[in-house]
């Protein structure tokens, strides 16, 4: 099916038939970003996939897209992909300038400082699943019978509550199931009080900093660490203080009465991303006796923890203590599927209802059917045992894609041993553009994402992660065989 820019390209280039493809391409590209068609700041599609949309050959959209970059209506993003640029030439350099009180065309549009920093560093890619996708479940596993059963079963009978606004941080059944699964599941200890339910973890976050937070205040974050975190705070105007991660987490920096303390300090304890690494006991107690004493707030993102392949799950940080000063965040996208935009947070007694109240003013909680739904599923036992179910899938499949790249090219190219997680990192040597690498395997139909880029200070180490979730284990070598080709071209000998 064409995308809505294939068909407007594709129209307009109906309408000019003379000339070659290459410059008609050119010719409406232009006019279209000229007019505000496509948007300032808009991200193009891949070359591949718009030359499919047009019919046309991929090196007549790659001619296209040069000859706009070249001439400043365009630019590259590492790891990210093209985008029209937020300033735009002159359309007719020789043109007489107009008056300074002459009003600027509608289309185009000065975004918010902020809004064009956040677009420059957006980490969200186009396409969502594929091989080797990270962070992407295997959906179609989805017990989507059982599913579709209680959610009939329950809109049969549908308290009226349910059809209006949440008021109390999400549905009441929901709270109670989960209070009792994560205290099982992940020693998370607390109450159906303390539970609000939130539209992905992104919206978690979001309010965590506007309710926790004024601009300036300090964050401490991992270096690598999550696209996601980085984005939502630095837009809600919160100054950004990377640490670098090891084998056991968190380096954590040392802190005197002189320092400025950090408001927040993200982590993730339990499966680090994108490194893998666990958090050992002995830091965690340091981590929440620095806590305390800065009276800092700990965010626990705890987006895997689930998927633990060779040991027992590790203990959410939110329960090593009581009273820690620790908000605990979790989310289905990992164990159910993304599309369900249902994540939860856990939060200090003292702050719970004041968090409902701010989430209920800014967000407007619904979905009240598919909480219900969810709540029933978990109470029933359905969930715990999809849980079982994929972490043994994901064990094999992790398993097979190890030993691929053991056989091809050994053991230096595997970056951490945790075995864990729905994703590995394949190590590069530092003189591979990893960054160029996951490009050209986008343009091949395989989907990595560069190590570097999850970096924000300099010393970047390169590598590809490797999303092996949504990969049959039959598949994996096959797979894998764009990957080892792209590489092996940039490997001396």
Request: a neutral charge; proline letters at 6%; aromatic letters at 6%.
């Amino acid at each position: 099916m064409r995308t809505l820019l294939g068909d407007l390209l594709a129209s307009r280039l109906s309408q000019t038939p003379s000339g070659t493809l290459n410059k008609r391409l050119y010719d409406v590209l232009q006019c279209a970003i000229q007019d505000g068609s496509i948007a300032p700041g808009s991200r193009l599609p891949a070359s591949r996939d718009l030359a499919k949309d047009l019919s046309v050959s991929r090196n007549t959209v790659l001619a296209a897209y040069e000859q706009l970059q070249s001439e400043g209506y365009l630019q590259t993003r590492a790891g990210s992909g093209t985008f029209v640029c937020e300033v735009l030439p002159e359309s007719v350099p020789d043109a007489e300038v107009a008056p300074a009180t002459a009003l600027r065309p509608f289309n185009f549009v000065r975004l918010s400082t902020r809004g064009s920093r956040l677009l420059m560093r957006s980490g969200a890619g186009p396409h969502q699943w594929g091989a080797f996708m990270p962070g992407v479940p295997d959906v179609s596993h989805m017990p989507h019978d059982i599913w579709r059963k209680i959610h009939l079963k329950l809109s049969r009978r549908m308290p009226v509550e349910a059809l209006s606004y949440s008021s109390h941080g999400g549905c009441l059944q929901l709270q109670q199931a989960l209070a009792e699964y994560l205290r099982v599941i992940r020693s998370v200890n607390c109450t159906p009080e303390q539970i609000l339910v939130t539209a992905g973890t992104h919206q978690a976050l979001d309010l965590l900093a506007k309710m926790l937070c004024d601009p300036g205040d300090r964050a401490w974050i991992e270096e690598p660490g999550y696209w996601g975190i980085r984005n939502v705070l630095a837009v809600n105007g919160i100054e950004l203080q990377p640490l670098p991660v090891d084998d056991e987490g968190l380096m954590l920096a040392d802190f005197n009465a002189d320092a400025r303390p950090p408001r927040l300090i993200c982590v993730t304890p339990s499966h680090q991303y994108p490194l893998g690494s666990v958090m050992s006991l002995q830091r965690r107690h340091q981590l929440l006796d620095l806590a305390r004493q800065a009276g800092s707030w700990v965010i626990e993102d705890d987006y895997d923890g689930e998927f633990r392949f060779a040991d027992s799950p590790i203990p959410a940080l939110q329960g090593l203590a009581p009273d820690a000063p620790v908000i605990y965040l979790g989310t289905f996208s990992k164990t159910l599927y993304p599309g369900l935009r249902l994540s939860y947070m856990v939060v200090p007694k003292p702050l719970a209802a004041r968090m409902k109240m701010a989430h209920s003013e800014l967000y407007r909680g619904g979905n009240g059917l598919v909480q219900l739904t969810l709540a029933e599923f978990i109470r029933e036992g359905h969930y715990a045992a999809h849980v079982r179910k994929m972490r043994q899938l994901y064990s094999r499949r992790r398993a097979e894609l190890v030993r691929v790249i053991r056989d091809t090219l050994g053991e230096g190219f595997i970056a951490q041993q945790s075995n864990a997680g729905l994703h590995l990192v394949l190590s590069l040597p530092a003189d591979i553009d990893d960054v160029a690498l996951s490009a050209e395997l986008e343009q091949n139909g395989v989907l990595t994402r560069p190590l570097s880029a999850y970096y924000l200070l300099g010393n970047a180490r390169r590598g590809l992660l490797l999303g092996y979730a949504c990969v049959e284990e039959h598949e994996m070598a096959e797979k894998f065989a764009p990957v080892l080709a792209c590489l092996r071209r940039r490997l001396p000998g």
